[in-house]
């Protein structure tokens, strides 16, 4: 999440825009007024247990994805035949409510990625849209989950869960609880502002596509955007038809709520699933 995307995702590094700034702004105004502080880490009861327990990583989970607004095309999703629908979470976060090295197969083997966590504060999503800001720098406070899911043990001195080798990064995500269901949405809605501003791109820089919303539940929905390469880049925006090569997701159920960049090289049908089963654990 922190830099340029990947070799092969056509990632560069942005100059601040100011359409960011405008964004964020009719934001806060629509969604909020004042400046909302996430919650304090919990106590030494849950999350510390919780660190431990996926801190050697490497066991698959599975899980399911969330949607958000945008400016794009929502889509309904109904729950799975002959299941109930889900409801939104409670409580605070936990490495039980992250994605795991499952969700990725069969394009990832399950085998190959390594898991990492910890918990604080961190840049949380792409450079290039959030001007490398932290969670804190966003929403006002720190104390958030972070799992990095990578093909290398090797990570970055500054940041166990990014790869040492950009290249060798499958995903991240980051999700934490807010006070209460309306403000985990309005978190949400802030996150993914940030990223939309880089669905306009000059042609040869690379792009996100258009917005796609999916709803499991009223208050479990995630909205993710797809990679584009900048050799795809001819107009400014996302090539229509074309698949994308991975992407960004914002997430929320219940008072969970959570950013997902998949560096993954994974088309729509697979960005969907791994995005929905996300979406499913937060």
Not at 18 to 24: G, P, Q, T
Not at 176 to 198: G, H, I, K, M, Y
Not at 253 to 274: I, K, Q
């Given at each position: 999440?922190?830099?340029?995307?990947?070799a092969?995702?056509?990632?560069?590094?942005?100059?601040p825009?100011?359409?960011?700034?405008?964004?964020?702004?009719a934001?806060?105004?629509?969604?909020?007024?004042g400046?909302?502080?996430?919650?304090?880490?919990?106590?030494?009861?849950?999350?510390?247990?919780?660190?431990?327990?996926?801190?050697?990583?490497?066991?698959?989970?599975?899980?399911?994805?969330?949607?958000?607004?945008?400016?794009?095309?929502?889509?309904?999703?109904s729950?799975?035949?002959?299941?109930a629908?889900?409801?939104?979470?409670?409580?605070?976060?936990?490495?039980?409510?992250?994605?795991?090295?499952?969700?990725?197969?069969?394009?990832?083997?399950?085998?190959?990625?390594?898991?990492?966590?910890?918990?604080?504060?961190?840049?949380?999503a792409?450079?290039?849209?959030?001007?490398?800001?932290?969670?804190?720098?966003?929403?006002?406070?720190?104390?958030?989950?972070?799992?990095g899911?990578?093909?290398?043990?090797?990570?970055?001195?500054?940041?166990?869960?990014?790869?040492?080798d950009?290249?060798?990064?499958?995903?991240?995500?980051?999700?934490?609880?807010?006070?209460?269901?309306?403000?985990?949405?309005?978190?949400?809605?802030?996150?993914?502002?940030?990223?939309?501003?880089?669905?306009?791109?000059?042609?040869?820089?690379?792009?996100?596509?258009?917005?796609?919303?999916?709803?499991?539940?009223?208050?479990?929905?995630?909205?993710?955007?797809?990679?584009?390469?900048?050799?795809?880049?001819?107009?400014?925006?996302?090539?229509?038809?074309?698949?994308?090569?991975?992407?960004?997701?914002?997430?929320?159920?219940?008072?969970?709520?959570?950013?997902?960049?998949?560096?993954?090289?994974?088309?729509?049908?697979?960005?969907?699933?791994?995005?929905r089963?996300?979406?499913?654990?937060?």
């Amino acid at each position: 999440m922190n830099g340029a995307p990947a070799a092969g995702g056509g990632r560069a590094v942005v100059r601040p825009r100011s359409a960011v700034a405008a964004l964020v702004a009719a934001a806060a105004l629509g969604l909020a007024t004042g400046w909302f502080v996430l919650p304090p880490p919990p106590g030494a009861t849950a999350h510390p247990a919780a660190r431990s327990d996926a801190a050697a990583g490497g066991a698959s989970r599975g899980a399911t994805a969330p949607a958000t607004p945008g400016g794009s095309v929502p889509t309904p999703v109904s729950a799975a035949s002959g299941s109930a629908s889900p409801t939104g979470a409670t409580g605070p976060v936990t490495t039980a409510n992250l994605l795991e090295p499952g969700a990725f197969s069969p394009d990832v083997g399950i085998g190959q990625i390594h898991v990492t966590d910890r918990y604080g504060d961190g840049v949380y999503a792409n450079s290039a849209c959030t001007g490398e800001k932290t969670l804190s720098q966003t929403l006002g406070g720190p104390g958030a989950h972070f799992r990095g899911l990578m093909t290398s043990p090797r990570t970055s001195p500054g940041d166990p869960t990014l790869a040492a080798d950009r290249v060798d990064q499958v995903a991240r995500e980051v999700a934490a609880e807010a006070p209460s269901p309306s403000l985990a949405q309005n978190f949400t809605e802030r996150l993914l502002l940030e990223e939309v501003a880089c669905q306009e791109e000059p042609p040869g820089h690379w792009v996100f596509g258009v917005t796609t919303t999916l709803r499991l539940a009223p208050d479990v929905t995630a909205s993710w955007m797809g990679t584009y390469q900048g050799s795809l880049n001819t107009t400014g925006r996302a090539p229509e038809g074309e698949e994308p090569c991975g992407g960004i997701a914002a997430l929320r159920s219940g008072n969970h709520y959570g950013v997902l960049e998949v560096d993954a090289c994974l088309g729509t049908a697979a960005m969907d699933r791994v995005v929905r089963t996300a979406l499913s654990q937060l």
